[in-house]
């Protein structure tokens, strides 16, 4: 029954659960069996019958994944890069809270910039980008996600094909 339970949750319409499962298959097991644990219910019923207690009330669980997945952040925000570590390209997952200009930088670890890429009259909200990074060298890296008010960052690592 718990297998099941998980099943249905990686079948809910979060787009998110199943772009992490591509990028961290881990990290989505995790978080979903956090979800699990603290949401679900123990139905006296089924005490004593079944391995997991009756803990298969899934109402509390899908209440906690609604609450983490439909989260509106008011500022800038990085969700996630993936793939990380990448070869040729990455996706950025992230909130723009604003219509407007957001400039993309690649940095080095030193802090010059490797690349820029700006986004022009970017609708709000969740987005995914794509960045080609094939012609940068393998190594360490911060992405760099700047508004007109704000700057958030991102590590990630280039590995050779």
């Given at each position: 029954?718990?297998?099941?339970?998980?099943?249905?949750?990686?079948?809910?319409?979060?787009?998110q659960i199943?772009?992490?499962?591509?990028?961290?298959?881990?990290?989505?097991?995790?978080?979903l069996?956090r979800?699990?644990?603290?949401?679900?219910?123990?139905?006296?019923t089924l005490?004593n019958?079944i391995r997991?207690?009756?803990?298969?009330?899934?109402?509390?669980?899908?209440?906690?994944?609604?609450?983490y997945?439909n989260?509106?952040p008011?500022?800038?925000?990085?969700?996630?890069?993936?793939?990380?570590?990448f070869?040729s390209?990455i996706?950025?997952d992230c909130?723009?809270?604003?219509l407007g200009?957001?400039?993309?930088?690649v940095?080095?670890?030193?802090?010059?910039?490797?690349t820029?890429?700006?986004?022009?009259?970017?609708?709000?909200?969740?987005r995914?980008?794509?960045l080609?990074?094939?012609?940068?060298n393998?190594g360490?890296?911060?992405?760099?996600?700047?508004?007109?008010?704000?700057?958030?960052?991102h590590?990630?690592?280039?590995?050779?094909?």
């Amino acid at each position: 029954q718990v297998t099941g339970a998980i099943g249905l949750m990686y079948s809910l319409p979060y787009q998110q659960i199943q772009n992490e499962a591509l990028a961290s298959p881990d990290r989505t097991a995790l978080l979903l069996k956090r979800f699990l644990l603290e949401g679900a219910q123990k139905l006296p019923t089924l005490k004593n019958k079944i391995r997991s207690q009756g803990r298969l009330d899934l109402q509390g669980t899908h209440q906690l994944m609604h609450q983490y997945f439909n989260q509106e952040p008011t500022e800038l925000k990085i969700h996630q890069v993936y793939p990380n570590p990448f070869t040729s390209q990455i996706q950025l997952d992230c909130y723009l809270p604003t219509l407007g200009r957001y400039e993309l930088k690649v940095l080095d670890t030193r802090g010059r910039l490797v690349t820029k890429q700006v986004l022009n009259n970017q609708d709000l909200g969740q987005r995914i980008i794509r960045l080609p990074l094939a012609q940068i060298n393998a190594g360490v890296y911060l992405l760099q996600i700047e508004s007109s008010t704000s700057v958030v960052t991102h590590k990630m690592v280039k590995i050779a094909r």
